[in-house]
Each structure stands twice: as structure tokens, then as C-alpha cells.
């Protein structure tokens, strides 16, 4: 799996590959991901959540998972907000 340009680690069943050549650098990706249940969908109707449709938040977090997959940083933090 590797290809001999950089380090390759496993979360759960994603392979990622950092970037950097240098084994003494690391890389580090920090993303705030908006929670579902604070997420509005329609201004007009605040009560309106981006967790009520499991569609919406499916699609959303794949998104930002493949994003995160494609920085291929040594480090990443997530924070819920």
C-alpha cells in the first residue's frame, strides 16, 4: 500500500498516506465541524435541523471525512461545535 513516498497509517479502515518526506515533519489539520443539531436548514423556520434529514448530515460528513483523507496530514483535530 505504500509506495515509498511517505508514511501510510490506518484509521478504522481509511489508509492514509502522509505527504511528507522528511520523517522528522509532521503536518497537522485542525477543522471545527458543525454539529447537526446546530445546523439550520431554513432560515424561515429555525426549528428546521440538518439532523432531522439523515441524508443531509450523511452527505455533509462525507464530505468533510473525504476533505480531511485528501490533506493526508500526519495530524488531524476535530472539534464538534
Known amino acids: 500500500m505504500?509506495?515509498?513516498?511517505g508514511r501510510?497509517?490506518?484509521?478504522?479502515s481509511y489508509a492514509i498516506t502522509s505527504s511528507i518526506k522528511d520523517p522528522t515533519c509532521i503536518s497537522c489539520t485542525t477543522f471545527n465541524i458543525l454539529a447537526p443539531i446546530?445546523?439550520?436548514l431554513?432560515?424561515?423556520?429555525p426549528s428546521c435541523r440538518e439532523s432531522d434529514?439523515?441524508?443531509?448530515?450523511?452527505e455533509r460528513n462525507q464530505r468533510i471525512l473525504?476533505?480531511?483523507l485528501c490533506e493526508r496530514?500526519?495530524?488531524i483535530c476535530l472539534q464538534v461545535f
Request: net charge positive.
Open 2 to 5: 505504500n509506495n515509498g513516498k
Open 73 to 75: 496530514s500526519s495530524i
Open 53 to 58: 434529514v439523515k441524508g443531509y448530515w450523511l
Open 8 to 12: 501510510v497509517s490506518r484509521i478504522g
Open 38 to 40: 446546530y445546523k439550520r
Open 42 to 45: 431554513n432560515h424561515e423556520d
Open 66 to 68: 473525504n476533505w480531511l
